[in-house]
């Protein structure tokens, strides 16, 4: 018995797959006003391109896209075979909705 499926079922199928992989390549990590691409994260750090990133100290913020996702403390750095693997100690979500309420507060007290 043969089945046919429509073209754009297809096509469905397949863009399913590559959605994991454009997700990875929205988040960034900005280090001294520059941002550059982080290629995989966890938990407990994320890794980027030996070629493209210096080595990264102190503290740093992780965007998702354009959107700030938290500051993290890195603790730890290795290249291992063309990448750069950073272990950091904290990542601190941030939260616009505190900032705001925060920045009200002091301006109403002012």
Partial sequence: MDVFLPQGFVAGVGRGKTHGAKRASQ???QAGGTRY???RRW???FAVSASEVPHLKG???LYDGAEKAADCLIMNC???EGELVFTIK???PFNYACATEFESMAQ???
Avoid: E, F, I
């Fill in 27 to 29: 988040m960034s990590v």
């Fill in 90 to 92: 904290r990542a601190t």
């Fill in 59 to 61: 503290v740093v913020a």
């Fill in 108 to 110: 109403a007290s002012a």
């Fill in 37 to 39: 691409p982080v290629s």
């Fill in 78 to 80: 290795q290249n291992l």
């Fill in 43 to 45: 938990d407990t750090g």
